[in-house]
């Protein structure tokens, strides 16, 4: 008799009328929430703005999601595309299947055009969002357990997983490897704040630290699973892209750190605000009046002088010239001479 182990939903997916509430999308959908909350305080924390992250984030998670399920279908085709499959389960997402280095890679090209338009570097917002990543994946892993799949191999231990029978698996008591995984991704996330805040990780070290110690777990907790998977010289192709990616990793943080210690001082460009906005447009209306002020000035003086103002004399009025109105007469035309040239 099993004294204890962890129950299985029996079911992953509850209707609300005719709309189908999925507990492995829930399960992305909160990750994702916790990934950007996390990352908006740790980008502020670094000066940078309220809202980045997640304006940046409408890039990455479309990408990701992409990324993580044309992975996930090319790396086990034989379950879409092989004889007897309906090759549109392919795209059924909601049943599970998201490949994590797919959703990195192809989630970090979407990262980078957000952080492109927004003029920002990629590795400092990978490092902001670094531990949200872990914890997002933490969460999602118990979608797997919504779908009662990726289980480990039988065991007797007082916390196996109990499977029921279904398509492609047969009741039993195994491994939880989705718990595993989840714990693990908690124990990434808090390492790599403690790193941060400790040696002060910058230019993308962060991130790599947390894609390192991922794949260090990754390797046992793929040892453990029983699901159908491609074997390279004895080994599940998924360990072989964690240890080629955690070395990848460790050789980045050793370069970079040698190449480019230290963080980053400014990790978003500021626009002008407040008072000093407000001073910049008042030098510029001063500038603009100062400036139409001399226009108009220079105006009168330049009319004056082409077109001096006209005299109550009348063409055909010659007054008498007395010889004290000669000397102010041969003035007047002295001075006018010197203006013309």
């Not at 008591?173 to 718990?179: E, N, R, S, V, W």
């Not at 390192?212 to 004895?234: K, N």
């Not at 192709?237 to 400014?266: D, M, Q």
């Not at 100062?290 to 009348?314: H, L, R, Y």
């Amino acid at each position: 008799m099993d004294l204890a182990y962890i129950p299985s939903p029996s079911t992953g997916v509850i209707h609300l009328g005719p709309i189908p509430l999925r507990g492995y999308a829930f399960c992305i959908i909160i990750g994702v929430f916790v990934a950007v909350w996390l990352g908006n305080k740790r980008w502020v924390a670094r000066g940078g703005t309220a809202g980045t992250v997640a304006d940046i984030a409408v890039w990455a998670v479309p990408f990701g999601l992409v990324g993580g399920r044309l992975y996930h279908v090319i790396t086990d085709y034989q379950l879409y595309f092989s004889e007897g499959e309906n090759w549109v389960d392919a795209f059924k997402i909601w049943e599970g299947g998201l490949g994590i280095w797919g959703a990195i890679a192809l989630g970090a090209v979407g990262a980078w055009i957000g952080c492109r338009r927004r003029g920002i570097p990629l590795p400092a917002y990978a490092d902001a969002i670094a531990p949200g990543i872990a914890l997002a994946q933490a969460i999602g892993r118990w979608g797997n357990w919504f779908n009662q799949e990726l289980y480990g191999k039988p065991t007797d231990l007082p916390w196996a997983l109990k499977i029921t029978a279904g398509p492609n698996r047969e009741a039993g008591l195994y491994h939880p490897t989705f718990l595993y995984e989840s714990l693990w991704c908690v124990g990434v996330a808090l390492l790599v704040i403690w790193a941060d805040r400790r040696f002060k990780l910058g230019h993308g070290r962060a991130f790599a630290l947390y894609v390192a110690a991922y794949c260090a777990g990754r390797v046992w907790t793929e040892y453990l699973r029983v699901d159908e998977a491609h074997h390279i010289l004895g080994l599940r192709l998924n360990v072989w892209t964690a240890i080629i990616v955690f070395v990848l990793a460790v050789a980045y943080i050793v370069i970079s750190a040698k190449v480019r210690p230290g963080r980053e001082e400014i990790v978003e460009p500021r626009k002008p605000t407040g008072d000093k906005a407000a001073e910049g447009e008042s030098t510029k209306d001063e500038s603009a009046g100062d400036k139409a002020g001399e226009g108009e000035n220079d105006s009168v003086v330049d009319a004056a002088v082409a077109d001096p103002a006209p005299s109550d004399e009348t063409p055909g009025d010659t007054p008498d010239e007395t010889p004290d109105d000669i000397p102010a007469k041969d003035g007047a035309d002295n001075g006018a001479g010197a203006t013309g040239r």
